[in-house]
């Protein structure tokens, strides 16, 4: 009898033993109800992985894994989430790393939901993958390179049509801030690469031929035109232009929609192109929408010139980020070519938001190219920016003079930093990758070089950015909708990576459509606040924050791009700017044929959060250094202090301040914790909610282990 078919799914993992060399496939059907992407990751780590395992040790394991929307026509379905344990925060707990780019989507055309790596090889190797054929291969040959010198290397061997998912030398030597990379500029950080490395796995190089089952593909194709049509904005969903055009009943100038008449893709080849002014229900132009690069918090007006195209993941209409060639940067760098999105375009601008120095915008742009091409080759993670604000503080307070042996701070010359030379960044991030000098700790994140170094107090310093005591920084915080940004930080063991908040937040509509909007969705006008006027916590804020936590978990396990879903809104003033939040419950049924409910997902992905604040209690140690903590209010969700000290002539919820009030505060997590069903003051699942999500085993396991409330 024909094997039934499987929509969406593959219905297939790949284990690979690294160690024993065993190559294996399973069934995905035990993982179904936890979606794919990160539920099946976390699953497959909560199962496998006992709590304390080492990061760095063999048992540890390293989970990609894919959605039922991945690489099934529906756009933004490009995504790939890798899971591990932490090797830079507090007790080594559950991660994860989103990526785009192509490798979610070879993955999911070779005929597989997941790849579970595990074991270590005494050698370095890398996996390579042809559809239904899978090889631990020699990677003697590869090992010390760049991510770009073997991507082309491995490219070259086993064809252009496979992504490279590499490691550079920063993930070889263990570095904690170390990422995988992807289709040259994509990466996963969160330190997966130091994981790989640990592994002696330099690369994944994936090619898949084959194609995803649909159930409806006319209702998939349908269903795209309409959301191109008339739900989706541009990058972070934002739906108004960032200048005045005819078209537009709204403007607004942070939004990343900056096409404009006027906006050329410089370097395009056979001659400029000009973005115009892309309208809403123009489908062949939305890729000309965002310009993201060119943003003055990234590299700036002059980024313009120098852009060859917008580019972007699998499956993507936006291309948030921009292809550049800058011919100054390739002595510094080794490459003139670059291409990147968010904070690892400006590492020298953020670093010099704290160092103050006066450079004009040119030498300002190469400063940025540089660190941005050096960092993706070298496979280094910059998370969320703390390395180039950490890299900032120490050289402005002297720290690095203080605390390096004198050898090693002579060996950079310190001079070219101030000359605005970029070969101060080759020398810097060569030391730092290294893992065996002074400097590195920098990259061992700040729960290792703050107390190292005698300056635990930039953790509550504002210039930090850190956001919790366990070693990662905010990400998209109180500056976004005051108390729901900052809850949202607090939940997961890392930066949240949440885009549904902001790209409310910053989707460029006036207040008033906004609050409309959110009385709709959240259940009162009251859900969100103007900029930097934020009022006290209620119970529609507590909604905002539970759905973004939920939709974000959602993305990251069908998996689609949170940069730009969900659709809340709309650029389309005949819909009175409202989107359509049934787009993913739609989309599902179409490609797997199963008839579900937005709430429903959203319940699934609650699970999934739930799944992983039980690894974390499960894994975290209590105040005394025992393992195993059910106190997640008093251990884990603890903001640093700056977000209530900041501006100290200003009171909280008062016009013109981010700053949070304490008791506020600690009531909005109590709320929240409410809206998943773990217990209210202690913030860690309960015997009644792990029910409700079906989660027998998890019970079971946290009740043998006393940590149920």
Known sequence: MADKVSYGWTGKILRVNLTTGSITTESTD??????????????????????????????????????????????????????????????????????????????????????????????????NIKDDQVEIKDASFVWGMGTRSTTEALNRLEGTSACVAAIGPAGENLLPYSCIMNARNHSAGAGLGAVMGSKKCKALVVEGNGSVNVKDPQAVADLSDYMLRELIGSNNNHVVPSTQQEWAEYYNKGSRWNAHNGLYWTQAEGGPIETGEPKPGEINTVGKRCLLIAHPWMLGAEAEKYTIKTNGCHGCPIHCYADLRVGAAKDASGYQTSGNACMANAGYTFMNNILGQKLDDEKTLYMNVVFTNLMDDLGIWCNYGQLYRDLGYCIKEGVFKRVLPESEYNAIDWDKLAQGDPTWITQVLHLIMRNDTEISYIAHGPIVWCPRWGVEGWFDDKRSSLINYRGWPYHHGVETFGQVGGLMNMVFNRDPMIHSAVNFSGCGLPIEVKKSIAAEIWGGEEACDPDKNYTPMNDAKANFTWWSIVTDVLHDSLTLCNWVWPMAMSPTKARDYRGDLDMEAKFYKAVTGEDVTTDELYKRAAKIMTLQRAMTVRGMKDKDGKMGCNDLHGVHDVPTQWIFTMDPDKQPFTEGTTKMEAKDFDSGLHMLYSKFGWDEELGCPTADCLDAYGMDDVKAELQSLNLLP
């Open 30 to 127: 035990p993982y179904k109800e936890y979606i794919g992407g990160m539920g099946l990751a976390n699953k497959v780590m909560y199962d496998e992985v006992p709590a304390g395992t080492d990061p760095l040790g063999p048992d540890n394991k390293i989970v990609f894994a894919v959605g039922p929307l991945t690489a099934s026509g529906v756009p933004l379905g490009g995504r790939c989430t890798i899971s591990t344990l932490s090797c830079f925060t507090t007790d080594n707990l559950i991660v994860d790393g989103h990526c785009g780019g192509m490798t979610g989507a070879k993955m999911k055309l070779a005929g597989y939901d997941a790849i579970i790596l595990e074991g270590a090889s005494d050698k370095p190797v890398y996996l």
